[in-house]
T-cell receptor, first 114, second 115 residues
Framework: KAGVTQTPRYLIKTRGQQVTLSCSPI?????VSWYQQTPGQGLQFLFE???????NKGNFPGRFSGRQFSNSRSEMNVSTLELGDSALYLC?????????????FGQGTRLTVV | GNSVTQMEGPVTLSEEAFLTINCTYT??????LFWYVQYPGEGLQLLLK?????DKGSNKGFEATYRKETTSFHLEKGSVQVSDSAVYFC??????????????FGKGTKLSVKP
């Protein structure tokens, strides 16, 4: 069974550009969450989607957005990139968005903003 | 608000030593608690979890007990191996939102085990 797939694995962008990251959950999983990991702030929750609806959102500016498609694949977009957006972006999927259900993480997309 | 505090690293141990990584939390209600592990270049893997007070989670020789009275969830292993070298994260679920989708993580503790 394939795991959570995130593409691309590495990305270099220039300040002011925008970027789209993709996450394909495990087959049958309908919940997808996104996290930002940086050395200074650690792991921070971005947003959570279930059945194409955003259920929860973390404390990030509006430049960060996401969506989920009918096949449960998810994308997140960051507009007007800033140097501080350089981070590892992790996607996690679970069958349902329940606190008892294990979330499986992808390997992440390493975004570098120059 | 909810938060997780875990001991600062890095922690360096010799093989077969005893491991404790402290984790305390602040939360309203009764959150679920988790330990995740991150190996170099990898995403996070769930190591163990506990969903209610006094539950003990265990996996691969690691254990942690959900202590509500001390708001703690310390990770322990009796005999570490070189292959246990990784970064360990303590986390809790946001009980108010009732979903594991928005986990709150500690800063992580890097463990290095020397042969």
């Amino acid at each position: 069974k394939a795991g959570v797939t995130q593409t691309p694995r590495y990305l270099i962008k220039t300040r002011g550009q925008q970027v789209t990251l993709s996450c394909s959950p495990i087959s049958g999983h309908r919940s997808v969450s996104w996290y930002q990991q940086t050395p200074g702030q650690g792991l921070q929750f971005l947003f959570e989607y279930f059945s194409e609806t955003q259920r929860n959102k973390g404390n990030f500016p509006g430049r960060f957005s996401g969506r989920q498609f009918s096949n449960s694949r998810s994308e997140m977009n960051v507009s007007t990139l800033e140097l501080g957006d350089s981070a590892l972006y992790l996607c996690a999927s679970s069958i349902i968005p329940d606190r008892y259900t294990e979330a499986f993480f992808g390997q992440g997309t390493r975004l570098t903003v120059v | 608000g909810n938060s997780v505090t875990q001991m600062e690293g890095p922690v360096t141990l010799s093989e077969e030593a005893f491991l404790t990584i402290n984790c305390t939390y602040t939360a309203t209600g009764y959150p679920s608690l988790f330990w995740y592990v991150q190996y170099p270049g990898e995403g996070l893997q769930l190591l163990l979890k506990a969903t209610k007070a006094d539950d003990k989670g265990s996996n691969k020789g690691f254990e942690a007990t959900y202590r509500k009275e001390t708001t703690s969830f310390h990770l322990e292993k009796g005999s570490v191996q070189v292959s246990d070298s990784a970064v360990y994260f303590c986390a809790l679920s946001d009980i108010l939102r009732g979903s594991q989708g928005n986990l709150i993580f500690g800063k992580g503790t890097k463990l290095s085990v020397k042969p």
